[in-house]
């Protein structure tokens, strides 16, 4: 996967100079070791910080070896003060972990306290307003630190990535689904860069790409990927020719950034200007880990980002579509779930081959309807149609709202294994206890109906990602002995 950053890991030993600093050397090596048995790759730090002084060392080191996300592991007490300014200093994702104790039979010279140490620790990040990444229960044994430092891995990952990242958006949103619009100067309190386009510039610039060698291994990529379901063969080139314009607009300007995600105009001018609709270009490029979110979703680009960050695995936007007939579920009665859990995932042919079963290139049937009534497809090619394989998936997004408050959700589930029966890139999912999600937290707090869709159970990253970068508001589905705070008791 590429256009995600990659995570070096260091693991530093801090001290509290009325300890033994020899504690907390050993117990460094010992997860360090852990941590290698498990085969999860760290950098170990060798300089001890104990005062203001070692800071500066510390720092070097961190440096001379390339290290980019840092765990800073209270092997004894810890100096509470020192311990946070080298996270501020370092400026990356940071993780505060603690050694617990490891026998009863050393607890005089060998008790090390961390435990109360973590407390002060965290009094002392909010007083530098720092938000460093702390798991649940962070005090372990060298084991039990190895699977939290692995948890925090797509965490740093995502980071980083956001750090860097630019959203290349594309024309205005049609009229009838501005609900995804939202003002974009949340995502600069980010650090997420915006470069917003006129279709102009895209048009232009795709004429001038006619005839690049690009453009010619492009196609060849994609007759391979089709095979049989390249139904329409003379429209490869033409497609090609837009995905190697996609990828010269971003290579030409992301400036000071590394990674870069569209958000695009799709409908209803694009298809007259440009003689296809978009989306199997945009699946494409999203199974490179670069986005390109439909109907100019410039948050959905950034939600579908963050998932694909996470997962690794190339993420979709889908609407969250409709209803699911009971006729159509009574044909699988071994299927768990009440009608209300259950939805489509909708979109046009977005999704990346590889969560597609049999994918074929189609036309979009909603856009002929509106721009080809009675004539043979011919501007409205170009999608990617399928049902999308069953499987884990994560629900997500990140969005603004218009008074610039950020929120979010998340939402475990699976894709079912049952034929949606319908057009696009399609399947029926099963959330528990979705219906309630839908009224009293997407409706309740207006989300759009653009969904980016992970495809694993990625919600505990996503959380840990939504706290560390500081939203205020994250919902996710709760179980039915829980209500919401606008549900109706009665």
């Known amino acids: 996967m590429e256009n995600i950053s990659s995570v070096k890991l260091g693991i530093i030993a801090v001290s509290r100079d009325c300890f033994p600093i020899e504690l907390s050397k050993t117990r460094r090596e010992n997860l360090?070791?852990?941590?290698?048995?498990?085969?999860?790759?760290?950098?170990?730090?060798?300089?001890?910080?104990?005062?203001?002084?070692?800071?500066?060392?510390?720092?070097?080191?961190?440096t001379g070896k390339d290290v980019n996300a840092l765990v800073v592991f209270l092997g004894n007490f810890g100096p509470e003060a020192p311990e946070t300014i080298l996270i501020q200093k370092f400026g990356k994702p940071a993780m505060l972990i603690a050694a617990a104790e490891e026998t009863g039979n050393n607890?005089?010279?060998?008790?090390?306290?961390?435990?109360?140490?973590?407390?002060?620790?965290?009094?002392?990040?909010?007083?530098?307003?720092?938000?460093?990444?702390?798991?649940?229960y962070p005090v372990g044994t060298a084991d039990e630190l190895t699977l939290l430092i692995d948890e925090f891995i797509p965490v740093a990952r995502t980071l980083l990535s956001l750090a860097s990242l630019k959203v290349f958006a594309f024309g205005p949103r049609p009229q009838d689904f501005f609900a995804c619009n939202a003002p974009i100067k949340p995502l600069y309190d980010l650090g997420?860069?915006?470069?917003?386009?006129?279709?102009?510039?895209?048009?232009?610039?795709?004429?001038?790409?006619?005839?690049?060698?690009?453009?010619?291994?492009?196609?060849?990529?994609?007759?391979?990927?089709?095979?049989?379901?390249?139904?329409?063969?003379?429209m490869v080139m033409r497609l090609a020719q837009y995905e190697a314009t996609l990828l010269k607009f971003m290579a030409d300007n992301l400036g000071t950034r590394k990674y870069g995600v569209f958000a695009?105009?799709?409908?209803?001018?694009?298809?007259?200007?440009?003689?296809?609709?978009?989306?199997?270009?945009?699946?494409?490029?999203?199974?490179?880990?670069?986005?390109?979110?439909?109907?100019?979703?410039?948050?959905?680009?950034?939600?579908?980002?963050?998932?694909?960050?996470?997962?690794?695995?190339?993420?979709?936007?889908?609407?969250?579509?409709?209803?699911?007939?009971?006729?159509?579920?009574?044909?699988?009665?071994?299927?768990?779930?009440?009608?209300?859990?259950?939805?489509?995932?909708?979109h046009c042919g977005n999704t990346s081959a590889c969560h597609l079963v049999n994918p074929k290139m189609n036309y979009q049937l909603i856009m002929h309807r509106l721009m080809e009534p009675d004539k043979a497809p011919d501007i409205t090619r170009g999608t990617l149609e399928g049902q999308i394989r069953p499987g884990e998936i994560t629900l997500f997004r990140l969005q603004s709202t218009a008074g610039c408050d950020?929120?979010?959700?998340?939402?475990?589930?699976?894709?079912?294994?049952?034929?949606?029966?319908?057009?696009?890139?399609?399947?029926?999912?099963?959330?528990?206890?979705?219906?309630?999600?839908?009224?009293?937290?997407?409706?309740?707090?207006?989300f759009p109906h653009h969904a980016a869709v992970a495809f694993n159970h990625a919600g505990k990253s996503l959380f840990a990602i939504m706290r560390q970068l500081g939203i205020p508001d994250i919902s996710y589905n709760l179980p039915k002995e829980t209500k919401y705070p606008t549900e109706n008791p009665f």
Not at 109 to 114: E, F, K, L, S, Y
Not at 123 to 128: H, K, P
């Open 192 to 234: 997420i860069e915006v470069m917003e386009n006129s279709e102009l510039d895209l048009l232009e610039l795709f004429n001038s790409m006619e005839g690049s060698p690009d453009v010619e291994k492009i196609a060849r990529e994609m007759v391979g990927e089709l095979g049989k379901g390249n139904q329409y063969p003379d």
């Open 406 to 446: 950020l929120k979010s959700y998340i939402a475990q589930g699976e894709v079912l294994p049952v034929p949606p029966k319908s057009f696009g890139g399609i399947g029926v999912f099963g959330i528990h206890e979705m219906g309630r999600f839908y009224r009293h937290v997407l409706i309740q707090k207006r």
């Open 107 to 136: 607890l005089v010279n060998g008790r090390g306290d961390a435990y109360c140490g973590m407390l002060n620790a965290s009094y002392n990040c909010g007083l530098r307003h720092l938000r460093p990444y702390i798991p649940e």
């Open 32 to 62: 360090v070791a852990a941590c290698r048995e498990k085969s999860i790759d760290v950098t170990e730090i060798e300089k001890i910080v104990e005062n203001e002084n070692d800071i500066e060392a510390a720092l070097n080191e961190i």
């Open 264 to 346: 695009n105009k799709c409908w209803p001018a694009f298809e007259k200007a440009f003689r296809f609709v978009p989306c199997y270009i945009n699946s494409r490029l999203a199974a490179r880990g670069i986005p390109v979110a439909c109907e100019v979703d410039i948050y959905g680009a950034v939600s579908e980002y963050i998932a694909t960050c996470v997962s690794m695995q190339p993420a979709t936007i889908l609407d969250i579509n409709n209803t699911v007939p009971y006729d159509l579920m009574a044909e699988h009665p071994e299927i768990g779930y009440k009608n209300s859990d259950l939805f489509m995932g909708f």
